[in-house]
């Protein structure tokens, strides 16, 4: 991937997430990123599109993380170790709750749209993910709600009581 891209993708990315997807302009991603509108238009054909491609590394990126936790495990327990890493995940990104789910709000008013779409394969992505660990689909829908109440009440009160109750959660719910 260019630099430009990367960059344009990375101040997208930071822009929509702290101010959402319809109040952020091209023009303003462009500046960001010290680049021209036609750099942007080389590398993606609409604003839906530049959304859609940051989703997606979005997604790729946490699904990585995700996978980290496990593949060198600091706990004895999969979900434990998973949950500690969805919590850190919050704390390195602040606390604005889902990008996807806002997305998905700002995008509802047309159910066709890709941008819509693509939130809702996300979602049954992280359940498919956690039956790829040997989840049931039932723990891992369990696992899945456990990890969006965190997000969306890191947004409202302080992210160390999500966490310790989140924690709790996984210890009683969970032996894996």
């Not at 993380?65 to 434990?80: D, F, G, Q, T």
Request: net charge neutral; hydrophobic share 40%.
């Amino acid at each position: 991937m260019s630099k430009k891209k990367q960059d344009l993708l990375e101040h997208a990315e930071e822009l929509f997430y702290k101010h959402g997807f319809h109040s952020i302009g091209l023009k303003q991603i462009v500046n960001e990123a010290g680049v021209a509108i036609m750099t942007l238009y080389n590398h993606f054909d609409s604003k839906e599109d530049l959304i859609l491609q940051v989703l997606k590394r979005r997604e790729e990126k946490y699904f990585s993380y995700l996978e980290s936790s496990v593949s060198k495990p600091k706990c004895n327990s999969i979900a434990l170790s998973l949950a500690q890493a969805h919590l850190n995940w919050i704390r390195m990104h602040e606390t604005n709750g889902c990008m996807f789910l806002r997305a998905k709000e700002e995008f509802s008013s047309d159910s066709n749209n890709e941008i819509v779409r693509y939130v809702n394969k996300h979602k049954n992505s992280l359940i498919f993910f956690f039956k790829q660990l040997n989840f049931d689909y039932w723990e891992s829908t369990r696992l899945a709600l456990l990890f969006e109440g965190a997000t969306a009440l890191s947004e409202i009160i302080n992210v160390d009581d999500v966490a310790h109750e989140l924690m709790y959660c996984i210890k009683h719910l969970y032996k894996k």
